[in-house]
């Protein structure tokens, strides 16, 4: 089954861009996804990504999604102490009946000021 | 509006309590979900519904009773939990269960039992 792997913790700067990395196993998931949860609260759908796509840029984030690698990474602009959080990357296949989402397990971003 | 509402945001009960954790949403989605969060720990899929009724089960014990009175409300019941049992219970909600559908999340219900 599909593997969602992710490193745990990742501190920055104010001001400076962070990445956030992101590999899966399975070729076949086609849907990728990025959710943040702060503190005390849901998930918040951040982005996400179809396979047939290189990147997508929102704003301050970019996605990168290399599918020969199976990496996906996202990009923060500019973070700000309002961004730290756990983001989480999570994986699906269009093929899945489930519509069930295999998640890492999760990013902690600490945001200094 | 890609809203999931969800009531209470925090619960605290007994191990003999009857208590439900409500959920719903305006969307038009005819898929949802009951996912469980332990601390630290990514959510965990529970129940999927799909048009009102049960498709996924992930072999969740009978102590947690799910509901899908209408294609908007989706209820998790709860009897004779055990302290384990205490996490974040996230409900969310996407157009149909098949894959590559955007799966939304609610703020999530504390749930405590002592």
């Known amino acids: 089954g599909e593997d969602v792997e992710q490193s745990l913790f990742l501190s920055v700067r104010e001001g400076d861009s962070s990445v956030i990395n992101c590999t899966y196993t399975?070729?076949?998931?086609?849907?990728l996804y990025w959710y943040k949860q702060e503190p005390g609260a849901g998930l918040q759908l951040l982005t996400y990504?179809?396979?047939?796509?290189d990147m997508k840029q929102d704003q301050r984030l970019t996605v990168l999604l290399n599918k020969k690698d199976k990496h996906l990474s996202l990009r923060i602009a500019d973070t700000q102490t309002g961004d730290s959080a756990i983001y989480f990357c999570?994986?699906?296949?269009?093929?899945?009946?489930?519509?069930?989402?295999?998640f890492g397990k999760g990013t902690k971003l600490s945001v200094k000021p | 509006d890609t809203e999931v509402t969800q009531t209470p945001k925090h619960l605290v009960m007994g191990m003999t309590n009857k208590k439900s954790l409500k959920c719903e949403q305006h969307?038009?989605?005819?898929?949802m979900y009951w996912y469980k969060q332990k601390a630290k720990k990514p959510p965990e899929l529970m129940f999927v519904?799909?048009?009102?009724?049960?498709?996924i089960n992930e072999s969740v014990p009978s102590r947690f009773s799910p509901e899908c009175p209408n294609s908007s409300l989706l209820n998790l019941h709860l009897h004779a939990l055990q302290p384990e049992d205490s996490a974040l219970y996230l409900c969310?909600?996407?157009?149909?269960?098949?894959?590559?559908?955007?799966?939304?999340f609610g703020e999530g219900s504390w749930l405590t039992v002592v």
């Open positions: 969310a909600s996407s157009w149909t269960r098949e894959g590559g559908n955007t799966i939304y």
């Open positions: 399975d070729s076949s998931s086609t849907y």
């Open positions: 990504i179809f396979s047939n796509m």
């Open positions: 999570a994986a699906t296949n269009y093929g899945g009946s489930q519509g069930n989402l295999i």
């Open positions: 969307m038009g989605h005819r898929a």
């Open positions: 519904y799909s048009y009102e009724k049960l498709s």
